[in-house]
C-alpha cells in the first residue's frame, strides 16, 4: 500500500544572485509536490508521485532524482517532443525573491483526468493535492479533481495544500472558487496566513487546518483545539521549499500516529532543514537524521 500519493508538475529551477547581472547560477529540479514526495521518502514513507515530464534533460533529471530517492514513478509519463517546464529564481539580497515561470505549455501543465489511476489513490492511505497544479490549466484543474473524488470514494484522505500563485489564475475570484472547492473537499489543510481568506468556507471546527507563518512560526486546529510551534532558529540561506517541507513533516509525523503538537515540531524540523540549504529537498533530512 502506498502511504501518500501524490500528482503534480516536475519542473526545472535555475537560480542566481541577480539574474540581471550575474554570470553563475544554479541548475535543480523542483515542484511542491515533487519535493513533499521526497521529503517523505527520505523518512521511510512509500511515496508515488504522477506527472509528466518532457523528453527532455530536465525531465530525464527529474525522474533520476524521484528514482534516487525511492518515490514511486510508475504513473510519470514521458512527452516526447514537448519541454518540461522552468522557474527561474532571482534571489538578489536586496529584495523579495522573484520568480519567472516559464510552463506554459509544458509537458507538466498538460495533466489530464486520463492520467489518474483511480484504483491507485484508491489503495493509498492519502492523497495529496496543491492549488499550485489545480492553477496551471482546465485538464490539470480536472485531473486534481478526479483523483480528490477517487480518494473521497475510497475513504482515503484528502491533504490540500492552498499554494497561491496569483500570477497562474486569471482571477482572484476564480481562485477563491476553485481553491475553496478543493479546502471543503480536504481533511487536511495547509495554508500560508495570506491565504486564509481565499478559502474561508473550508475553515471549519472539524476541518484539520494547519497555518505555516514561515520565520514566525505555524499552528494547527485540531480536535477543536489549538496547538502553536515557534519559527526557526537557524542561518537561512534559501525559503524556497520550506513550505512542502512542513506539509511532509506534518504528514509524515500524522503517518506515525502523533499528536498534533508532535506533528508541527517535525514539520518546523523539516522546514528549518529546507531554509538552511539552496535546494528546495537536497538538505532534507532521512528518518535517522530526525
Known amino acids: 500500500m502506498t502511504d501518500v500519493y501524490t500528482l503534480g508538475e516536475?519542473?526545472?529551477?535555475?537560480?542566481?544572485?541577480?539574474?540581471?547581472?550575474?554570470?553563475?547560477?544554479?541548475?535543480?529540479?523542483?515542484?511542491?509536490?515533487?519535493?513533499?514526495?521526497?521529503?517523505?521518502?527520505?523518512?521511510?514513507?512509500?511515496?508515488?508521485?504522477?506527472?509528466?515530464?518532457?523528453?527532455?534533460?530536465?525531465?530525464?533529471?527529474?525522474?533520476?532524482?524521484?528514482?534516487?530517492?525511492?518515490?514511486?514513478?510508475?504513473?510519470?509519463?514521458?512527452?516526447?517532443?514537448?519541454?518540461?517546464g522552468l522557474l527561474l529564481r532571482d534571489t538578489h539580497v536586496a529584495r523579495?525573491?522573484?520568480?519567472?515561470?516559464?510552463?506554459?505549455?509544458?509537458?507538466?501543465?498538460?495533466?489530464?483526468?486520463?492520467?489518474?489511476?483511480?484504483?491507485?489513490?484508491?489503495?493509498?492511505?492519502?492523497?495529496?493535492?496543491?492549488?499550485?497544479?489545480?492553477?496551471?490549466g482546465r485538464d490539470a484543474l480536472e485531473a486534481v479533481r478526479v483523483a480528490v473524488g477517487a480518494a473521497k470514494n475510497a475513504d482515503v484522505v484528502v491533504s490540500f495544500a492552498v499554494e497561491y500563485v496569483p500570477e497562474l489564475w486569471p482571477s482572484v475570484r476564480e481562485a477563491e472558487q476553485v481553491l475553496g472547492e478543493l479546502a471543503c473537499d480536504s481533511h487536511l489543510l495547509f495554508l500560508r496566513q495570506d491565504e486564509l481568506d481565499l478559502v474561508k468556507p473550508a475553515l471549519t471546527p472539524e476541518r484539520e487546518v494547519v497555518v505555516d507563518r514561515g520565520a514566525k512560526g505555524a499552528s494547527v486546529r485540531a480536535d477543536r483545539m489549538r496547538y502553536d510551534v515557534p519559527g526557526w532558529q537557524v542561518p537561512v540561506v534559501d525559503t524556497a521549499g520550506a513550505g512542502e517541507a512542513f506539509a511532509a513533516g506534518y504528514i509524515s509525523a500524522a503517518l506515525d500516529g502523533l499528536t498534533p503538537q508532535e506533528r508541527l515540531h517535525r514539520g518546523a524540523l523539516l522546514s528549518a532543514a529546507a531554509v538552511t540549504s539552496v535546494s528546495d529537498w537536497q538538505g532534507l533530512p532521512t528518518r535517522d537524521e530526525l
Open 10 to 84: 516536475a519542473l526545472g529551477v535555475v537560480s542566481s544572485g541577480r539574474v540581471r547581472h550575474e554570470s553563475e547560477a544554479r541548475l535543480d529540479v523542483c515542484g511542491p509536490e515533487f519535493t513533499l514526495a521526497v521529503a517523505l521518502a527520505r523518512l521511510g514513507h512509500r511515496t508515488a508521485f504522477l506527472g509528466k515530464v518532457g523528453g527532455d534533460e530536465l525531465g530525464a533529471r527529474a525522474l533520476t532524482v524521484l528514482r534516487g530517492e525511492g518515490v514511486d514513478v510508475t504513473d510519470v509519463r514521458v512527452s516526447e517532443g514537448l519541454q518540461t
Open 96 to 136: 523579495e525573491l522573484k520568480v519567472t515561470h516559464y510552463r506554459t505549455g509544458s509537458a507538466g501543465s498538460l495533466l489530464a483526468p486520463g492520467n489518474v489511476p483511480i484504483d491507485r489513490i484508491a489503495a493509498a492511505k492519502m492523497l495529496h493535492v496543491t492549488g499550485l497544479t489545480a492553477a496551471l
